[in-house]
T-cell receptor
Framework: DTAVSQTPKYLVTQMGNDKSIKCEQNLGHDTMYWYKQDSKKFLKIMFS???????INETVPNRFSPKSPDKAHLNLHINSLELGDSAVYFCASSRLANTGELFFGEGSRLTVL | SQELEQSPQSLIVQEGKNLTINCTSS?????LYWYKQKYGEGLIFLMMLQKGGEEKSHEKITAKLDEKKQQSSLHITASQPSHAGIYLCGADSNSGYALNFGKGTSLLVTP
């Protein structure tokens, strides 16, 4: 069983569309994250949720809206997609909010045409 | 915010050779984490260092944190093709609730 699973793994879409990426963890962790990895492999934190509550929003455009229906799920919805949104999006989880041992999903590669 | 500089940016070594990757912080590190990313996959946690002078090893990989807690090194002994990937160092963000990462070091091990 995959500990942190993301779907879809690949997503190709047109500018202006709206898309969602789903993430689920079966580790019983309290905290989940979304990271963005750009074409230069730079990994940057976007959001962090602890027990379904948003604790970090790192100056991400309002077009990005995370939703955590329960502790095991953190979905990412993106409105009005732009070319610059093309990246690999990683979901991760950790047992506690202030620990650096993160468990990552395999990533969702988003390509905006 | 804390910046992490990694060097070298990329590395190609022959199988069996030793190598070192460095991570330097602009601020004192209270937690330094090493991760490995295989190409096309997610990151895997390797080690965490917290105390000045601390050293940890896992199989053929050794990580150290200097006494001043601003620099860490990752050393691989007798590299193998399975060591190939991107190595990233991470440190607690200002909020303490996420990690900031360096830009990574891409390692290729040739036969």
């Amino acid at each position: 069983d995959t500990a942190v699973s993301q779907t879809p793994k690949y997503l190709v879409t047109q500018m202006g569309n709206d898309k969602s990426i789903k993430c689920e963890q079966n580790l019983g962790h309290d905290t989940m994250y979304w990271y963005k990895q750009d074409s230069k492999k730079f990994l940057k934190i976007m959001f962090s949720y602890n027990n379904k509550e948003l604790i970090i929003n790192e100056t991400v455009p309002n077009r990005f809206s995370p939703k955590s229906p329960d502790k095991a799920h953190l979905n990412l919805h993106i409105n009005s997609l732009e070319l610059g949104d093309s990246a690999v999006y990683f979901c991760a989880s950790s047992r506690l909010a202030n620990t650096g041992e993160l468990f990552f999903g395999e990533g969702s590669r988003l390509t905006v045409l | 915010s804390q910046e992490l500089e990694q060097s070298p940016q990329s590395l190609i070594v022959q199988e069996g050779k030793n190598l070192t990757i460095n991570c330097t912080s602009s601020k004192t590190l209270y937690g330094l984490y090493w991760y490995k990313q295989k190409y096309g996959e997610g990151l895997i946690f390797l080690m965490m260092l917290q105390k000045g002078g601390e050293e940890k090893s896992h199989e053929k990989i050794t990580a150290k944190l200097d006494e001043k807690k601003q620099q860490s090194s990752l050393h691989i002994t007798a590299s193998q093709p399975s060591h190939a990937g991107i190595y990233l160092c991470g440190a607690d963000s200002n909020s303490g609730y996420a990690l900031n990462f360096g830009k990574g070091t891409s390692l290729l091990v040739t036969p």
